[in-house]
């Protein structure tokens, strides 16, 4: 790609990203890095700097909007943080990684030799650059059909981990109101080398075991956990009472070995019938 002409470059990004720039030097500014500029001055290039600032905001404005879409209950002290999950160097150069934009990109030849085209810091500002290039030219709505299109993961991401987070929050918040009591976490058993660790991890109420999960580290077992006791607390049961179903494995934190909603109950064994 580092043969490509000024004008393919561009042609080569409006296809990955799936839209067009009615401003086609805005499309080759945004994929231009100031090292290049440096080894062409007075060509009438610009470099990519004053996009990267404005389109810092309009990713955080785009990326906020669906936020605040998704999650219409939450307040501002709740969606800064996720919005930061998502608008940040490693998630904004993995988008760009899946793009291809290293290879498009204008640098030049002392960044090239240090390996720019993999650097996460100068991807995450070409992306930004990229969605400050777009709005300049189209506004805003083609901007948020290119969020919807490529951070679809990431949104989704963040939607699937508040959901398993969830779970101890509204076992506390459960056991509090029906039972005056505070869920206790603690470590069961730890198998397995430390990069394959499996966690096994009990919640308690009172002084009754809830429920038993394991998970590949400690906050995903005790999440899976307090799914299994919120299922019976919902039944209004306690362990013992009934077989409590185990949580639903579509809601368990993808990779978690394995969960049971309580500890079983004993077997009996069989039935003696020989005469006394």
């Known amino acids: 790609m580092a043969t490509l002409q000024p004008a393919e470059r561009v042609k080569a990004l409006e296809e990955r990203l799936g839209t067009t720039f009615p401003r086609p030097e805005l499309g080759l500014t945004a994929l231009t890095h100031k090292s290049w500029i440096n080894e062409h001055r007075g060509e009438g290039f610009q470099d990519n700097e004053r996009l990267e600032f404005l389109g810092d905001a309009v990713l955080n404005l785009a990326v906020g909007h669906r936020l605040m879409e998704r999650f219409p209950q939450m307040k501002e002290g709740e969606l800064t943080p996720l919005r930061a999950r998502i608008v940040n160097e490693e998630g904004l150069s993995r988008i760009a990684r899946r793009l291809g934009l290293g290879e498009l990109l204008q640098l030049g030849r002392g960044e090239e030799l240090s390996g720019g ?10 992306l930004e650059a990229v969605f400050a290039a777009v709005y ?3 506004g805003l709505e083609p901007v948020m059909g290119l969020v919807d299109r490529h951070f679809a993961e990431a949104l989704e991401g963040v939607a699937q981990a508040l959901s398993r987070q969830d779970y101890k ?9 029906r039972l005056k009591l505070t869920p206790r976490y603690q470590i069961v058993s730890e198998v397995g080398p430390d990069h394959e660790k499996i966690f096994e991890v009990e919640v308690m109420l009172g002084s009754d075991v809830y429920a038993r999960a394991t998970g590949r580290s400690k906050k995903d077992a005790e999440q899976t956990a307090a799914h299994g006791a919120l299922v019976l607390l919902d039944r209004g049961e306690k ?38």
Not at 266 to 273: L, R
Request: charged share 15%.
């Open 117 to 126: 085209r993999e650097k996460s810091s100068l991807l995450a500002n070409a």
């Open 239 to 276: 362990p013992g009472q009934g077989a409590a179903a185990p949580p639903d494995p579509g809601t368990l934190n993808p990779g978690t070995p394995g969960a049971a909603g309580q500890a079983p109950a004993p077997v009996p064994g069989p039935k003696d019938d020989t005469p006394a």
């Open 169 to 177: 929050t509204k076992l506390q918040e459960a056991a509090q109101d």
């Open 136 to 138: 300049l030219g189209s």
